[in-house]
């Protein structure tokens, strides 16, 4: 009877310590995959958020300007320090530029954006809110008048649309 005692009480103390090994080792792993998929789901919650649609758009050859109007359609504001710090591409089809931004005159190869009061940033709050439009101009060499140009506007987050639009 002892010795059947003995036995079980072995058994038991070699179960626990199994389980205290197993969970030891699994556990970390776990907590790894919830912090990714928390870390992922923010991520995507964020890029659900924020949405932008390309309205309008207008490229003139002879000032060798192009004007595109895109409204904020996401559920989150936009800073305008984001605005600025986006990347822009346009140009030419097959034969387009990143733009560098300014905020003074316009340059060849650089874009600027218009989100004034009241006509773009409709509270003067310097965020473009939902429903709000702005407005992003760049200067570049223009292909000749009927030919298509290409534009792409990406935010930070890495949220981008392009478009093509002829030139008048």
Do not use: C
Not at 21 to 41: E, K, R
Not at 142 to 156: D, H, V
């Amino acid at each position: 009877m002892t010795s059947e005692t003995i036995t079980t009480a072995l058994f038991l103390i070699t179960a626990v310590v199994a389980s205290a090994i197993l969970i030891n080792a699994v556990y970390p792993v776990i907590s790894n995959m919830a912090g990714t998929f928390s870390s992922g789901t923010h991520e995507s919650d964020v890029r659900i958020r924020s949405d932008f649609s390309i309205i309008a758009t207008y490229a003139s050859q002879s000032t060798g300007t192009a004007q595109i109007w895109m409204k904020n359609i996401g559920l989150e504001p936009i800073g305008l320090v984001d605005i600025q710090r986006a990347d822009v591409f346009g140009g030419a089809v097959g034969s387009f530029d990143h733009f560098a931004h300014t905020g003074g005159t316009l340059g060849d190869n650089q874009w600027t954006e218009t989100f004034t009061y009241p006509e773009y940033d409709l509270n003067n709050n310097q965020m473009w809110d939902p429903g709000e439009t702005l407005e992003v101009t760049f200067k570049t060499t223009m292909p000749s008048p009927g030919n298509k140009i290409y534009f792409q506007f990406a935010l930070p987050d890495g949220i981008s649309r392009s478009t093509e639009f002829t030139v008048s």
